[in-house]
């Protein structure tokens, strides 16, 4: 299958938990976590269907088998899909999210691609914002992926989740509202040329060399940003 607006330009989608223990409030407060499971798969396949993905995966793991690295079914799943679909661009979590699920599932998604042999990975992979943007990253390494196009597009997937905007977070409005934010205040002088930009940490490097750490990887990407305070700071003091 290929995406239904460009034959030559294909999306597949996968959600590695089951979002059993979301907080939950208004029409979802008295919801069980079984019947969230099933409130949210019935909602990504919804966004698979407005987005026309190619595929939509759903491995339903819960959360502490994604944190739990004896856990070896998390990697040997995404490494078999990623192989299956032999994917130009990867799309992760970045490894300074602050949600630990998410740090979890871009782990586990390192480890798989690393398993592949080296010409059926992705040419890049991006950890991109969620739980903690990259605001912070110097400019020369912030991935700028421009959100401008088809803006009511990018509306009706994020208000298909009805089971997180209305049980009590409003991610539609926040969603929007930090890639307008990142549009504008990404240069200081110079015009807005996107509405949208969701920026993203270039992960690639890790994948292709498997003896590198990622928590090095991540803490020499902060210690470049204090440097870049601290000269600003200096030059003008």
């Known amino acids: 299958m290929c995406h239904g607006r460009d034959a030559n ?3 597949t989608g996968v959600v590695v938990t089951n979002g059993s223990g979301s907080p939950r409030t208004g029409a979802y407060a008295g919801f069980t976590d079984e019947e969230m499971q099933a409130v949210r798969l019935r909602e990504q396949r919804k966004a698979a269907q407005i987005g026309e993905y190619s595929c939509q995966i759903q491995l339903r793991y819960p959360s502490p088998a994604v944190k739990d690295t004896t856990i070896e079914g998390v990697r040997e799943d995404l490494a ?19 949600h630990d699920t998410h740090v979890g599932v871009a782990l586990r998604s390192i480890d798989a691609l690393r398993s592949l042999d080296p010409e059926n990975r992705p040419q890049k992979v991006y950890g991109c914002e969620v739980w903690r943007d990259l605001d912070w990253m110097v400019d020369e390494e912030k991935v700028a992926l421009p959100t401008s196009d088809k803006p009511h597009l990018a509306s009706a ?21 930090r890639r307008l934010a990142n549009a504008t205040f990404y240069s ?8 949208g ?10 994948v292709a060399d498997p003896f590198a750490n990622p928590i090095k990887y991540v803490v020499a990407a902060i210690e470049r940003f204090q440097i870049d305070v601290e000269e600003r700071l200096r030059q003008f003091s």
């Open 9 to 11: 330009r294909w999306f």
């Open 80 to 98: 078999t899909i990623t192989d299956a679909c032999r994917a130009e661009y990867a799309y992760i979590h970045n490894l300074a999210d602050k």
């Open 188 to 195: 200081s002088h110079k015009t807005d040329t996107e509405t």
């Open 157 to 177: 997937l994020l208000g298909v989740f009805d089971s997180q905007i209305s049980g009590g977070k409003r991610y539609d409005l926040a969603a929007i509202g």
């Open 197 to 206: 930009l969701t920026f993203a940490m270039d992960l690639t490097p890790l």
